[in-house]
């Protein structure tokens, strides 16, 4: 396991024994008087220890006019009082050896520079006393199974949390408050809700961490605006990974790339999000859409063993469902396979005009039947092997009494089949889908939610069992200088890419010879070190069939590129075979300022940025992860052979994104490499240009 990423004191910001409030108030409706009011209606079994100097009593308990008259450890404080009044409030929780504080308190880096500083002085601050800060600018922490109720969020006046198995660790404090009550809605509780506000000290990597082992949860919620320590956020969600603990990720807004970047077509389509979708899809984290599907699916993997296959069987009371159910199942990529005539035959035993195929129309005569459903379950669940069953049940849930009948053997099925996913869409109130959740079974309204559920279930549990990639390469060095194309092909080649032959000249009669030695027909490529797109000012000449086209091509194409980009440095040119057959790709790395060496494969050549057909993955990149990449490709079908045409060396074009992953690795000061394009061949296959870019 990855090791902690936090010292132990981090965990008095979770799970702490004695609470003081600084700027404590008599008024509950008020900042600092809503702690107060919801740790005693929580029941906290902790010292509640309200700070006001004004009132020797506060909503009934004793009060002290500073936080030095407090008797005894302190564990945990609040600060609620304003930004101006923070630095002294902090200085006390030193004096008394507190050992985390939550600030409430805004006025910090969110309004400029100004409240950047002050902010880093309390950060400071913090770390020379060992105390650890959430926030400033925090809604808080709730720890509803310990009573720990620290937050001013009017959202519990209306919804309270109930302890659970999700912890929700999020940037956004609004955001965190209405995924639990989402939750809820699908029937389930929380272990913590951690709201990160500014991050000065304690941000979501650090609380993912602590919350891979924290035995109260099994599924982490999490909402991220962004990340200044991509290392830690990615070994949190390794650790996750390696707990076996899901975690389901919500990415909004927007990361800087390099400004290098932009000369090269990788760092143009890698965009802004592409380091955190690379980071989810390495990390095995789901990355949900909308809240909707976050609290959908964390909800889903408390009910149970997270299935590690793609075959559902779906049951419905409506022929209609089961087929828009059907085009669901397709779109999501998972296996419907019909069931044997077996089943088929025990199914029709049950109900004569089911429809027992799979999706398995069950008509409306279960809702006759009490023992119907359970009979038909049991049938699909032994013959079809499922890893997931969805049922489209509608109203069957309203009827409470009939439901409570069904349940002892619904809860009998669930206990022979611990490892398929159970998944109901049907109309219930909370309190029903809690209780259905109570016995391994998820809810949903819409039907086609819950297949996206049995999609998200199923890559999690493939997920489980990968291990991060070790990458240690010894770090090398470039040649000093802008590099041209030779120099960009020589090095890449020295790292594991191939690439097809070439020749650099400095005279058109030496880029004759070269090309009568290398054979007709020839390419000719104007080499400097300052030009990355050699085409777009008449840098290349194509199809060249004989020495004398050689020699005036040269002597056109360096007069050409002399005129339109007279500030280029012109080396010469480079002479390479004209190559025929295979599949145009482009392989590339740009350097995500907060992940590191983000590498792209795609359909590429000139199209590349028109086609968009690429997919990015973070380095390191093992074989079978560069393979998936490949294969993740929309136009993946023209590698596999479309159309007649024979399929492409995919082991080897994997080689060559893995070894261009080494070479991003053991040179930190590179900021983008191309291959564009390279040449996918039924057997091999060959880089044909480079550029690299410090």
Excluded at 133 to 149: E, R
Excluded at 441 to 452: G, K, S
């Amino acid at each position: 396991m990855t090791a902690s990423l936090t010292p132990p004191s981090l965990t008095p910001l979770f799970r702490p024994a004695s609470i003081a409030v600084i700027g404590a108030s008599t008024d509950a409706t008020k900042i600092g008087g809503r702690p107060i009011d919801f740790l005693k209606q929580a029941g906290y079994r902790g010292r509640i220890l309200p700070v006001n100097p004004n009132s020797a009593e506060v909503q009934g308990l004793p009060a002290f006019r500073s936080l030095d008259e407090v008797p005894g450890e302190v564990d945990m404080a609040v600060i609620g009082v304003p930004a101006a009044a923070v630095p002294a409030a902090l200085e006390a929780c030193i004096r008394k050896g507190v050992r985390a504080v939550v600030t409430f308190s805004s006025g910090y880096a969110e309004l400029g520079e100004a409240g950047r500083l002050a902010q880093e002085a309390l950060v400071a601050r913090c770390r020379e006393s060992g105390i650890r800060m959430l926030g400033p600018n925090a809604l808080g922490v709730i720890n509803p199974g310990d009573g720990v109720f620290v937050t001013f969020s009017a959202s519990l006046h209306k919804n309270w949390p109930q302890p659970g198995k999700v912890a929700i660790a999020t940037q956004s404090g609004a955001v965190g408050t209405y995924c639990f009550t989402l939750l809820a809605d699908r029937g389930a509780g929380i272990s913590h809700l951690i709201t990160t506000g500014n991050e000065a000290d304690v941000d979501v990597a650090a609380c993912i961490d602590w919350l891979a082992d924290d035995p109260a949860t099994e599924v982490i919620l999490t909402y991220l605006e962004g990340t200044r320590h991509g290392a830690r956020l990615r070994a949190a969600l390794e650790k996750c990974r390696a707990a076996g603990k899901p975690v389901v990720a919500m990415k909004v807004g927007a990361s800087e790339v390099g400004a290098a970047a932009t000369a090269s077509h990788t760092g143009t389509l890698a965009g802004a999000d592409a380091g955190y979708a690379a980071l989810f899809q390495a990390t095995g984290a789901w990355r949900a859409g909308s809240l909707s599907e976050a609290a959908d699916i964390a909800a889903a993997c408390t009910a149970g063993g997270l299935p590690r296959g793609k075959r559902l069987g779906v049951i419905t009371v409506s022929g209609g469902a089961g087929a828009f159910l059907a085009d669901a199942s397709a779109a999501e990529g998972l296996e419907l396979p019909a069931l044997p005539d077996e089943a088929q035959a025990e199914i029709r035993a049950v109900v004569p005009f089911a429809g027992p195929r799979n999706p398995v129309d069950s008509t409306a005569q279960i809702a006759n039947d009490k023992t119907a459903l359970a009979r038909m379950l049991e049938i699909m669940l032994r013959h079809g092997r499922f890893d997931a069953l969805v049922g489209f049940l509608a109203f069957m849930a309203e009827n409470e009494p009939r439901l409570l009948e069904m349940m002892p053997d619904l809860r009998r099925l669930r206990a022979a089949y611990p490892n398929t996913a159970f998944l109901f869409s049907l109309r219930a109130p909370p309190a029903t889908r809690a209780m259905l959740l109570r016995e391994g079974i998820a809810t949903f309204e819409e039907p086609n939610d819950a297949v996206r559920a049995a999609r998200a279930l199923a890559w999690l549990g493939e997920q489980q069992g990968v291990r991060p990639v070790a990458a240690t390469p010894a770090p090398q060095t470039l040649p000093a200088g802008a590099l041209d194309e030779a120099a960009c092909r020589a090095l890449l080649a020295a790292a594991g890419i191939p690439f097809a032959p070439a020749a650099a000249c400095t005279s058109a009669e030496a880029a004759a010879e070269a090309a009568t030695a290398q054979g007709f027909p020839v390419v000719l490529k104007v080499l400097s070190p300052d030009l990355a797109h050699k085409s777009d000012v008449g840098g290349v000449r194509l199809n060249l069939g004989d020495a004398e086209a050689v020699r005036a091509a040269y002597a056109a194409m360096m007069a050409e590129v002399a005129a339109k980009a007279p500030a280029a440095r012109l080396t010469g040119a480079l002479v390479s075979p004209m190559l025929s057959g295979g599949v145009e790709c482009v392989l590339g790395m740009t350097r995500d300022p907060v992940f590191g060496p983000l590498m792209m494969v795609g359909l590429g050549g000139v199209f590349v940025e028109v086609l968009g057909d690429v997919a990015f993955r973070l380095a390191p990149l093992t074989h079978d992860v560069a393979l998936e990449q490949i294969r993740s490709l929309k136009g993946h079908r023209l590698l596999a052979g479309a159309r007649g045409r024979p399929a492409v060396d995919e082991g080897a074009l994997a080689a060559a994104l893995v070894a261009l992953a080494g070479f991003a690795l053991a040179h930190p000061e590179v900021a983008s490499v191309e291959v564009n394009p390279f040449i996918a061949l039924p057997q091999g296959g060959f880089g044909v240009d480079a550029v690299i870019l410090r």
